[in-house]
């Protein structure tokens, strides 16, 4: 008797949230696969979105809260082990303060839409300031560059109907779909671009992107920036009409700040020879208008900041954004008011002090920075530490010190879907669902790429054990502590995850247009027209001090001496501090070029030992020339070979406080093992 049936839903592992088709037997889920019928994603789906039942049934799923007591994990109620959690947070709070318990936020919790307004709720009434996120091991950059550029924290995604030339630096959307800005079925995207204009890849490694693209262009590790202050100043002396620099602010600090990067700066820092950034040049004045894409490999660099400013200054100068052709800005299917009563100023930095184990990182956006979250227990500040989604032994530079500061805290809470390394530290292992579990909804997110739309999801199969929604784990903690952390007066005993869907929608009318459609609700297109006008201080502003400032600072400063510098990388099958969903363990990859590895005896599928001023890893030798002389690629998110081991927390960018990943340099040398 065939009992199979096949369920609607979307992926919700990475940025692009595509639509997928789940074959299910009762609670089994037997297949996935992209879904033909959905308007944005178009049948398309990722190894990891095919990998969804696998992960769903992995061994390693927990299925009942766990409570440590002595060296061993013990299962038990949820009565028990949050009554103990909270006696734990609330001994803290009184002998040492509010700030003593910590809340870290990993990427994929973004996805758990109704989880945020009572993980926000239940801080507040905390009263704690502690609070860690994602944003600051990859993406600071490009979120404070934003905010200094716009006073808003709205980011641009292409124009991907109709650009014509798209420049992509330092990211590899074929493998990750977007760094913020979510792009499905990605290869067939980019021929679309290439078929009608060009795609220029600037990139250290020839990465996949790069093998869709019609130039790819090796670039220095680091020296984006280079780059982009040259285009800047070339778009400068080509002339901008006046129509565009009516509508700008701080035109002349900025033609000041890239005066000195003319063609041959830019070669000598770049390592492009000069016929090719020409040629750059020239097509970007032909084509008038540009999108440009960047990511991981420009922002976790320690010129991060100036590169993100410097893209943004290219676009505007060019009148690429919000007009056909460029880069739009999504005002999203449930936000829609935001185009027509403007976008609401967002401050950086929201004012309090900083980290006191670390007064010289700033805060940023009502968050202290990841760097300091191994300084604040060490100084013991942090007491409690509470991880939601993510996986901070992975994710954070000093992993080995960050372990030991853990094993000295009062209480580590996992709230998770997995049995990963942080199980080996934890006081106490909360179990949540799994996305196929639950409800959820896409609100209409400003990272779309392609489309102001939304989409609802039912649960595809129900929870099994003791698995509880992130939302209700968390307000059932408040109601032990003793707080409601149940946002709009919702009753914890009687509220749905639809309930807190529409808190995040705006309201239920929002949420109910998406439940009673049959797939995506899809409002239009690109929205271009509407971003500029409404911005806060009615213009971008091309100079923010902080940026001119730290760009004047290098007109005397020579180019980089060449030497090897660390780059990132991302796997098909791997996110970020994910363990693989498809149960594949890859083994830790360092790419290097034939040059590099003849000079150190290194032969391909050999081991390769990688070392930094900060400390070494060991991994398996890939040698290709695909890759700069002067880069060696890997990467993040595998626990036992952590690339947090070649970083250090006190290398952090003054502005954002994120820990500079890119470009820092190392020495490679054969290691002992096979080959």
């Not at 980011?155 to 798209?166: F, G, K, T, Y």
Request: proline share 7%; glycine share 10%; with cysteine.
């Amino acid at each position: 008797m065939v009992t199979e049936e096949t369920r609607r839903s979307f992926c919700r592992i990475c940025a692009p949230c595509c639509g997928v088709l789940v074959t299910v037997d009762g609670d089994r889920v037997t297949a996935v696969r992209g879904d033909p019928d959905h308007p944005v994603s178009r049948g398309y789906v990722c190894p990891k979105g095919r990998a969804l039942g696998e992960l769903h049934h992995d061994a390693r799923r927990l299925d009942v809260p766990m409570l440590r007591s002595g060296s061993e994990l013990q299962a038990t109620s949820w009565d028990a082990a949050l009554d103990d959690l909270a006696a734990r947070i609330r001994r803290a709070v009184d002998e040492h303060g509010p700030d003593a318990v910590a809340v870290y936020v990993g990427t994929p919790s973004i996805k758990e839409t109704a989880a945020a307004p009572v993980l926000h709720s239940l801080c507040r009434r905390l009263g704690t300031r502690s609070r860690y996120s994602s944003i600051t091991v990859d993406i600071a950059a490009r979120m404070t560059v934003t905010t200094l550029v716009l006073a808003a924290r709205m980011v641009p995604v292409v124009d991907i109907e109709d650009a014509r030339l798209l420049l992509v630096l330092g990211t590899n959307p074929v493998v990750s779909h977007g760094h913020y800005d979510g792009l499905s079925d990605p290869v067939e995207r980019l021929r679309e671009i290439g078929r009608r204009g060009e795609v220029w890849v600037v990139d250290p490694r020839r990465t996949e992107t790069a093998h869709h693209a019609t130039r790819h262009v090796p670039i220095r590790p680091g020296t984006d920036h280079a780059l982009l202050a040259h285009l800047v100043r070339s778009a400068l002396d080509r002339g901008v009409p006046a129509s565009v620099l009516d509508r700008l602010h701080g035109t002349d600090a900025l033609l000041e700040a890239v005066a000195p990067w003319d063609r041959t700066r830019a070669a000598a820092w770049t390592g492009i020879d000069e016929a090719t950034i020409a040629e750059l040049d020239a097509a970007i004045a032909a084509t008038g208008r540009l999108a440009v894409l960047t990511g991981t490999g420009v922002d976790m660099a320690g010129s991060g900041n100036l590169s993100e400013w410097l893209a943004w200054c290219l676009l505007l100068l060019t009148d690429s954004v919000d007009r056909p052709g460029g880069m739009w800005c999504n005002p999203t299917l449930t936000y829609e008011r935001d185009r027509a009563g403007g976008i609401r100023a967002e401050p950086i930095d929201d004012g309090g002090p900083g980290p006191a184990s670390r007064p010289d990182l700033p805060r940023f956006f009502a968050e202290h920075p990841c760097a300091a979250l191994v300084d604040e227990i060490e100084a013991g500040t942090i007491k409690v530490l509470v991880s939601f989604g993510g996986n901070p032994l992975v994710a954070i530079a000093q992993p080995e010190r960050l372990r030991a500061a853990i094993a000295g805290l009062d209480a580590f809470a996992v709230i998770g879907t997995l049995a990963d390394d942080q199980a080996d530290l934890a006081s106490h292992l909360l179990p949540c669902t799994g996305m196929l579990e639950r409800p959820d909804a896409l609100l209409g997110s400003q990272s779309a790429q392609l489309a102001v739309y939304g989409q609802y999801t039912e649960a595809v199969v129900p929870p099994v054990a003791e698995r509880r929604a992130a939302w209700w784990i968390l307000a059932e903690l408040g109601r032990h502590l003793g707080v409601d952390a149940m946002p709009r007066g919702l009753d914890l005993d009687t509220a749905t995850d639809d309930d807190l869907l529409a808190v995040v929608a705006r309201g239920p009318d929002a949420l109910e247009r998406l439940r009673q459609a049959d797939g995506p609700v899809v409002a239009g297109g690109t929205a271009t027209g509407w971003f500029l006008d409404s911005l806060p201080a009615g213009y971008p502003d091309l100079a923010p001090p902080a940026l001119v400032a730290a760009l004047l600072d290098l007109r005397s400063v020579p180019a980089p001496e060449p030497g090897l510098r660390l780059i990132p990388r991302r796997l098909l099958r791997r996110f970020n501090s994910v363990a693989s969903p498809t149960g594949r363990q890859d083994e830790q990859e360092v790419v290097l070029h034939p040059e590099v590895a003849g000079a150190a005896g290194i032969s391909a599928g050999g081991r390769v030992s990688v070392r930094s001023a900060n400390g070494s890893v060991v991994g398996v030798a890939t040698v290709t020339d695909g890759i700069h002389p002067e880069a060696v690629a890997l990467s993040h998110g595998f626990t036992d070979v952590e690339v947090g081991r070649l970083t250090s927390t006190v290398d952090a960018d003054a502005l954002t406080g994120q820990t500079i990943q890119t470009g820092i340099p190392i020495s490679v040398e054969r290691a002992p093992g096979p080959g």
